[in-house]
């Protein structure tokens, strides 16, 4: 298949999908590309957080030996 939009590079496959369930839906402006590509980066985004989180769990210890929030549960 012939694609107008090409997925922009370094997507993971999720978001890569996302995109191409869009742009082969709708024509899109110049501008709408640029969300829509924010929006699949975001994606990537919160999955490696998530990832993160998953495996080190919500807690760090904070630079006083205390109990914190992992970082990546703020963001």
């Not at 999720?14 to 709408?32: C, F, G, I, S, Y």
């Amino acid at each position: 298949m012939s694609q107008k939009y090409p997925a922009p590079a370094g997507l993971s496959n999720r978001a890569n999908k996302r995109w191409n369930d869009v742009v082969t839906r709708w024509d899109l402006r110049p501008d709408e590309l640029r969300v829509l590509e924010d929006a699949c980066r975001e994606m990537d985004l919160v999955d490696a957080l998530e990832e993160l989180v998953g495996s080190e769990g919500l807690t760090a210890t904070g630079s006083m030996g205390q109990v914190v929030i992992h970082p990546a549960v703020q963001e």
